[in-house]
């Protein structure tokens, strides 16, 4: 990644996740700072900026005018639509969606009156016009780079390149440039500057007849599409289906992954129930605790048949097994303990608490679990920092990771725990929105940790496990959200909700082949605030399909 699209992911981020943190609040607005340049050029609507929630707001004539757009405001209709070279984007005031060429778009940023004016939301409206954005904190100075020139040009919208796109439904839409789209069956002449575009998913042959044939500014669907990977191909071409020369033509690889609840806990009621940790077995048995009733739930994810196995002597979250497939149930507070489920009990009926064992105590907020490939289990600490590590024989060791919080209302800094097939221990930090590895000496003692990743989508960073694809994939609870984590620290949103759900405050997920079980806390917290729509505590499952 080169330096400015650095600056251009970090404030990309950034801005939504200042705006998401505050949203509900009335929004603020100040007297913008900020330089904004265009290629080398300062733009004239620099000054007339307004800061929404630490977002570049400018007045929507001055925008307009830079864009090269035509802008009508409809105040009866409270929307603005700006139409530039005969693609369209319609925004409403207040609404956290646009759409862009009819298709139906998320923005953390809404349009804005204030004042009397309007103002539109820089980011969002000059990306959707094919602007690259970038941001340098130190000399507060916006730089936009125009990718549309006078050149025929496409732009996709709906998916990204190596995005995941949640559902069996693909929308995207097109925008073309400096080329007038016609219907061919019209148009069957030839003539310069003039043509439609050809669209291809999965097709091994890309020639005209398989296209699928876009001559208007509406939405692209796919149906059905398979959880897995994708790839979307477009290309302008003249009214004769020969490609414009020189070539234009995009190829979009994409995720596509499905996300159902498997198990709702308590189908009459839609909050009350919490539970933290999950685990499921190569049988697809999933197991998870209730925090309040301290019952040991198993869901068979086949058939949904859900059975209390027993109740625990405490409180539980974070869960491991062992390679005898004994059960480990982390239960934190000042005196922590694990607890140790044997295998056998956990095939056949419910048992008495009796038969759950303390495998160790001492270790003080013991949240996530994990196992070393000798027996050694790992306990992260949670607030405290410590790592802690429990021989197969039950000899504890406590450890001082260093890692320091950033949030004052979330301290937790080791959270999910999991080990990676180079040896690292990687550990989420819940609190600054990281994922860090620690390099392991040879008598299992903790060595130095280094970041993996930070990022405002990693806020809220609960269980981690490593995915079939050999990346590692986080619960982001307060984010109601699935975040992948290359292991050279790219990160990525695999899927993300409101309050509705399916994600409601998800804690913790394990991976079974290609399939994610997922626990829903529900926590009335961050973008799961307020937690009564939804379903509650629940199992979720996310199908990745094939990741070659
Ligand atoms: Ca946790
Ligand atoms: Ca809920
Ligand atoms: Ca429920």
Request: charged fraction near 20%.
């Amino acid at each position: 990644m080169n330096h400015k699209k650095r600056l251009a992911a970090i404030s990309i981020m950034t801005g939504s996740l200042l705006f998401s943190a505050a949203a509900g609040a009335a929004a603020e607005s100040v007297k913008s700072d900020m330089a904004v340049l265009i290629g080398d050029t300062e733009t004239s609507f620099a000054k007339q900026s307004l800061l929404v929630d630490s977002s570049l707001y400018a007045p929507y004539e001055a925008a307009a005018k830079q864009l090269g757009a035509e802008a009508k405001w409809s105040a009866g209709m409270k929307t603005l639509t700006l139409v530039k070279d005969g693609n369209t984007l319609e925004m409403k005031a207040g609404a956290l969606s646009y759409k862009m060429n009819g298709l139906e778009l998320t923005s953390a940023t809404p349009l804005q009156e204030i004042g009397g004016s309007v103002y539109i939301p820089v980011r969002t409206v000059f990306e959707a016009f094919g602007y690259q954005i970038g941001y340098e904190n130190k000399t507060r100075t916006v730089s936009m780079q125009p990718r549309i020139s006078t050149k025929p040009a496409l732009l996709v919208h709906g998916i990204t390149p190596d995005g995941y796109v949640t559902g069996s439904e693909v929308k995207v839409s097109i925008s073309a440039y400096n080329h007038i789209l016609k219907d061919f069956a019209q148009q069957k002449e030839p003539k310069a500057g003039e043509g439609h575009i050809h669209v291809w998913l999965d097709n091994e042959k890309l020639d005209a007849a398989s296209a699928i044939k876009v001559f208007k500014n509406e939405p692209v669907v796919f149906r059905d599409v398979k959880p897995g990977k994708h790839t979307l191909t477009v290309q302008l071409v003249g009214n004769d289906h020969k490609p414009v020369e020189p070539e234009v033509k995009q190829t979009i690889p994409f995720h596509s992954v499905s996300l159902s609840i498997l198990k709702d806990l308590d189908p009459e009621k839609s909050t009350g129930l919490r539970i933290e940790g999950v685990i499921a077995d190569e049988k697809h048995r999933v197991f998870t605790v209730e925090m309040e009733s301290k019952k040991l739930y198993r869901i068979m994810a086949d058939s949904g048949k859900m059975d209390i196995l027993t109740e625990l002597p405490r409180s539980a979250t974070g869960m491991a097994f062992d390679a005898a497939g004994n059960l480990y149930i982390a239960s934190g507070g000042q005196e922590g303990v694990i607890f140790k489920v044997n295998a056998k009990d956990l095939n056949g009926e419910p048992f008495e608490t009796s038969r759950v064992e303390t495998f160790v105590s001492g270790v003080q907020g013991a949240n996530g679990l994990t196992f070393d490939s000798k027996g050694n289990l790992y306990v992260s600490g949670g607030a405290n920092g410590n790592i802690y590590k429990v021989t197969p024989d039950g000899q504890l060791s406590t450890y001082q990771s260093g890692i320091a919080a950033e949030r004052k209302e979330q301290q937790i800094v080791v959270n999910g725990i999991a080990f990676g097939k180079d040896g690292k221990l990687y550990a989420a930090n819940t609190s600054s929105g990281e994922v860090n590895r620690f390099t392991m000496n040879a008598d299992g003692s903790l060595g130095a940790w280094e970041r993996v990743a930070k990022s405002p989508l990693l806020y809220g960073a609960d269980g981690l496990n490593f995915g079939p694809d050999g990346a590692i994939y986080v619960a982001a609870n307060e984010r109601n959200a699935i975040v992948r984590v290359s292991l050279d620290g790219k990160v990525t949103e695999v899927a993300q909700n409101g309050n509705q759900g399916p994600l409601e405050f998800p804690a913790s997920l394990h991976f079974v082949g290609s399939t994610l079980y997922i626990s829903n806390f529900d926590q009335p917290r961050g973008a799961n605030s307020p937690n009564d729509p939804g379903i509650g505590a629940s199992i979720a499952k996310m199908e990745f399909g094939s990741t070659k």
